[in-house]
């Protein structure tokens, strides 16, 4: 154990000040006029959408009793400013900067046109993500109530819309219906699910964020239609079988699937007899393509009901977690092992904090893992905007899929000293006892419920993306509870994935992996004692190992570092140390792999607030290992002699001795139907400059840690 490492990484109090005043490349260029213009549900798209992203007016009210009265308050009078959608009022580019206390109630208001409206045809007002509970008024009635911060919800407007005008004036739409949303947020000091967001943020916990930090957008939708769709693709049947629920029953489904080039592979059509019920369709596919890392295939689907057209894609593959020949249970893509060399994502950013600026930067951040060698990102505590997981689709990159946490104020002994001095802890403290989920800050029911809730909706949410390959359940025990029910809820819920309940410590001895946190010992594969396992485990009889997080190594590049108080385990004065310390961290990891290793995700993809531990910078402008390879390029170059273009094995040899094939060239060729005009979306042509050549290390000089 590296007692060091432990002293330095230990949570400390002080005053790390203001933030530096990074913009990533795509804040920078920002358009208020289209930000995140395009559809939001790339598997589930009608055309015509209309995005009320942009310039909203915002005001913070202290409010009695807010928590109990943010469902039944009347608008204010009058109005702080303007706030750019969908930026949180605490993230730069919203233009407000100002955290939103739980004493405080966050009011949106901006006007909006009447769609047309056809007989029968309804209109939806969909809002992706507001961080925590909010009530939706409109033209003065409240039209809905939600509560939950991470995942997307509608409400219909229809009844609540004002009649269109007559007559349109020549300078455009007339606004004339009034949308006003009310937002509640308690951040850590309520038990709701909310990740790392933290009110006094410092080390690994992030700044809080309130309201609206996803798109919001207004569909038209037919009153015969397609209300939702569930993908379940057969590869060993050859089959591609849809849940479908139809409003407006007596008419035909048609179902059109492609291929990545267009062409019509396979074409069915149904009957409609009863709304609501699924329908289930099954379209043979011949020639079937499996869809891998190295060749991500996505299939498109069309769906055709009366006059309602909603475009989707598929993919076939298969996960599980079984044994390998020599008898090791390994991770199986497509039943062949694959070793799994991840990233932990936190998916933050300095102008956006939790919102990305553009969808060029999600898929940024995916294609600049692609291409150092990784094939897994673990996205941590929080679910991402829905185009993320479709970017990590078309571009072949794997993901583990954290549920978010919540739950009381973390037991600092019980979630951190513990487990890191005392590794017999980890399989040896149950959490389904009323004092233990105490300890584990899992006490409230209310939270427990929330978090079951949020789990099962997630799984469903997510579950058509083929990109998706593993639920990760609990996290180092905070909030964690009743590991094993809930994995067993979650396989029963989707048994075409793998689960991993506990990720760090406490192993229930449930799952499909014995998966740990190795930051401060040397790495190596621990045991796991088939007789003590429960569920799923006991009947294969094993797990796969992985360590689910590791490294954390730090380096500051001057100019690109929100702080100057920073945070890492161990830290680096220079690129080409850090750039060596990373290689043989990585190549230590991946030399376990006869010993039983089935993988591991290294922390992390970005340096996020104090944490300067990523291998890009916060603002995405530096790949610490670009950096690294060009200070070791410079040391070993002759005196007076330019440094050559070639890349040290001994700096990127761990992600790069992944044994992935170049994608085939039309296999992230699939259009985005849900695109909504503007640039040209990453994986189309001319967009290669913001999906892959984007920004690169100028050679900025690295900064000294200050501890």
Known sequence: MDIK????????????????????????????????????????????????????????????????????????????GRILVPFSPEAPLSGVGRTVLPTELLWYRRAFATPKLDEGERCLLHFEAVDHACACYVNGERVGLHEG??????????????????????????????????????????????????????????????GIWQPVWLEVVPACRVESLALRPDPAAGMLRLEVRVCGAGRLLHVDVTAPDGALVARETVRADDDGVALEVQVPIPDLRLWSPDDPCLYGVALRYGHDVVHSYAAFRTVEVARDERGAFRFLLNGEPLFLRGVLDQGYWPDGLMTAPSDEALAFDVQAMRDAGFNLLRKHLKVEADRWYYHCDRLGMLVWQDM?????????????YKPTLLRRSWGAYADDTPRHRERLSAGDERYREQWRAGCRETVAYLADHPSVVTWVLFNEGWGQFDAAVAAAEVRAADPTRPVDAVSGWYDQRCGDFLSVHNYFRDLEVYPDDPARLVGEAASRGGRAFVVSEFGGLALGVQDHMAYQELYGYDTYEDAASWGAAVAASLAAADALEPAGLAGWVYTQLSDVEEEVNGILTYDRRVNKLTLATEAVRQACAPQGEASSEGEPASVLAGPRETGRRAPRPDAAATPDPARDGGAPAPDEPGAGAAASDGPEAQRPAAAPLRR
Not at 176 to 183: M, Q, R
Not at 184 to 204: C, F, H, N, V
Not at 409 to 415: G, I, K, Q, T, V
């Open 149 to 210: 911060g991470y995942l997307p919800f509608a409400f219909d407007v229809t009844d609540f819309l004002r009649e269109r005008p007559d007559h349109v004036p020549a300078h455009g739409l007339i606004e004339e219906n009034d949308l006003v949303l009310c937002v509640w947020d308690p951040s850590d000091e309520g038990t709701q699910l909310r990740g790392k967001q933290r009110l006094a943020p410092g080390g690994i916990w992030y700044a809080a964020q309130s």
């Open 404 to 416: 978010v946490s919540g739950g009381g104020p973390l037991d600092a002994w019980a979630s951190s």
């Open 5 to 80: 490492r432990i002293l330095a990484s230990a949570p400390r109090k002080h005053d790390r000040g203001e933030p530096a005043q990074l913009t990533t490349p795509w804040g920078e260029a920002i358009d208020p006029a289209r930000v995140r213009a395009e559809h939001p549900h790339p598997q589930f798209a009608r055309e015509g959408i209309r995005s009320l992203n942009g310039w909203w007016q915002y005001a913070i009210v202290p409010t009695l009793n807010a928590g109990e009265s943010w469902a039944r308050m009347r608008p204010p009078a009058r109005y702080d």
